[in-house]
């Protein structure tokens, strides 16, 4: 399976290549500054998402964390004292999309800055776009390590760190137990997603290293819909540890095919997922939620500045609804984006993207900095799901609660 994988992103490298190749070729020369002394006209910020397909869910967060942040803005005077305008169009899902989306905002609509889409998939390409045009890219998803190996500039991710470093957390926290409460076993079913796969990669080899035995891993494809017979190979198995590789849907879908051969791990992390807030729960069910680990870059008790602003405008916009991470994501990389514009004083891209390399900017999510690569140097949180609420257990600074639930109780 992880033959297949490699061979897939292989394809899908030399895909992506050609699909740059195309819009890059496509994409005219550009001016990277803009003066901002005409205060009448708007600041516009181009972003593409998927708003319909496979990130469809996560990608709508994104949306509405990036209108919150605008709402926020303009209520309090605009950016260089001009008033923010989102101009967001959907990708569809669609690598081939977000490079014509993001091409076209930048050489037809000539949109003063941008924002990043969602997933390592789609921030791939569109990154290429923005650093062929010379503008500063501030992507909220998209940690993937390939990400950051091509030497670019104005490329920056707005989270505390990257997909490989993702596990390292909850990695610590194994390491902490007892040794009769460490688990033997182990499962890695993971989807081939360029953001979860080097997660659960990375945790699989460093718990191998504390003698974590591996029983069962598979990749599986990222369209994936019945998890039925993943979950009847790792039941067979009977792993003390499952470590999914998610992204949402086929988080909830294992959780829900564990339940119906009643199989419970005595540890159960899963990426991305469970911290899709109140969806993740009225997907599995809240009883089923009690006691499953995921890694975060943010939390909505989080005493961060403009935190609790952010939760209260959100639910205010949006029915009541808590935010989910992704929404906190993208008000963050407005965050870093705005920061950087308001430290030069005029949209000038050079100038902004040297200073985020050369600043820590204050975010929802704490303060963040980057390599000279646009990597960020931060570390995750270790959350879990107590008593219907998501919860922060890990590291102590941030801890939300004191409680750890280990073991894991049985579905409910």
């Known amino acids: 399976m992880i033959e297949k994988s490699v061979s897939r992103?292989?394809?899908?490298?030399?895909?992506?290549?050609?699909?740059?190749?195309?819009?890059?070729?496509?994409?005219?020369?550009r001016p990277s500054e803009k003066a901002a002394s005409d205060t009448d006209k708007p600041l516009v910020i181009g972003i593409s998402l998927p708003l319909t397909g496979d990130f469809s869910q996560p990608g709508t967060e994104?949306?509405?964390?990036?209108?919150?942040?605008?709402?926020?803005?303009?209520?309090?005077?605009?950016?260089?004292?001009?008033?923010v305008q989102l101009k967001i169009v959907d990708d569809a899902s669609n690598q081939d999309t977000v490079v014509s989306d993001y091409t076209k905002l930048i050489t037809q609509d000539k949109v003063d800055l941008l924002l990043g889409t969602f997933s390592s998939l789609l921030n791939y390409a569109a990154s290429a776009v923005a650093e062929k045009n010379q503008m500063v890219f501030v992507e909220p998803a998209g940690g993937a390590p390939n990400m950051f190996t091509r030497g670019f500039k104005y490329l920056f991710f707005a989270q505390p760190a990257t997909a490989p470093h993702?596990?390292?957390?909850?990695?610590d926290w194994i390491k902490s137990l007892p040794e009769d409460q460490k688990p033997k076993t182990a499962a890695y079913p993971t989807q081939?997603?360029?953001?979860?796969?080097?997660?659960?990669?990375?945790?699989?080899?460093?718990?191998?290293?504390?003698?974590?035995?591996?029983?069962?891993?598979?990749?599986?494809?990222?369209?994936?819909?019945?998890?039925?017979a993943v979950a009847q190979?790792?039941?067979?198995?009977?792993?003390?540890?499952?470590?999914?590789?998610?992204?949402?849907?086929?988080?909830?879908?294992?959780?829900?095919?564990?339940?119906?051969?009643?199989?419970?791990?005595?540890?159960?992390?899963q990426t991305s997922a469970p911290s899709n807030a109140g969806q993740y729960s009225s997907g599995v069910g809240v009883g089923s939620t009690e006691g499953v680990f995921y890694t975060v870059s943010w939390h909505q008790d989080a005493k961060t500045p403009k935190n609790a602003e952010f939760v209260t405008d959100y639910k205010a916009k949006?029915?009541?609804?808590?935010?989910?991470?992704?929404?906190?994501?993208?008000?963050?990389?407005?965050?870093?984006?705005?920061?950087?514009?308001?430290?030069?004083?005029?949209?000038?891209?050079?100038?902004i993207a040297d200073w985020l390399h050369a600043n820590?900017?204050?975010?929802?999510?704490?303060?963040?900095?980057?390599?000279?690569?646009?990597?960020?140097?931060?570390?995750?949180?270790?959350?879990?799901?107590?008593?219907?609420?998501?919860?922060?257990?890990?590291?102590?600074?941030?801890?939300?609660?004191?409680?750890?639930?280990?073991?894991?109780?049985?579905?409910?």
């Open 318 to 351: 949006f029915e009541n609804a808590d935010p989910a991470e992704d929404a906190a994501d993208a008000y963050a990389a407005a965050e870093v984006l705005a920061a950087g514009v308001t430290a030069v004083g005029a949209v000038d891209q050079a100038k």
């Open 360 to 412: 820590e900017v204050t975010t929802i999510l704490g303060p963040l900095s980057w390599e000279a690569t646009g990597e960020p140097k931060g570390k995750f949180l270790l959350g879990q799901w107590q008593s219907g609420k998501a919860q922060v257990v890990a590291p102590a600074e941030a801890a939300t609660t004191q409680n750890v639930v280990n073991p894991k109780p049985d579905w409910k």
């Open 9 to 29: 992103r292989s394809v899908l490298a030399a895909s992506l290549a050609a699909t740059l190749s195309i819009g890059l070729a496509a994409c005219g020369s």
């Open 166 to 171: 993702q596990a390292d957390v909850f990695v």
């Open 233 to 269: 190979q790792m039941a067979a198995k009977k792993p003390d540890l499952i470590a999914q590789g998610a992204v949402f849907e086929d988080g909830v879908g294992l959780v829900r095919s564990l339940k119906q051969l009643q199989y419970s791990p005595k540890i159960m992390f």
């Open 192 to 228: 081939d997603d360029p953001f979860a796969a080097p997660v659960i990669e990375s945790m699989q080899k460093q718990l191998e290293a504390l003698g974590v035995q591996t029983v069962y891993q598979s990749t599986y494809p990222a369209d994936t819909t019945n998890f039925q």
């Open 62 to 83: 994104a949306k509405r964390g990036y209108e919150v942040w605008a709402d926020q803005i303009n209520k309090a005077g605009g950016l260089l004292g001009r008033q």
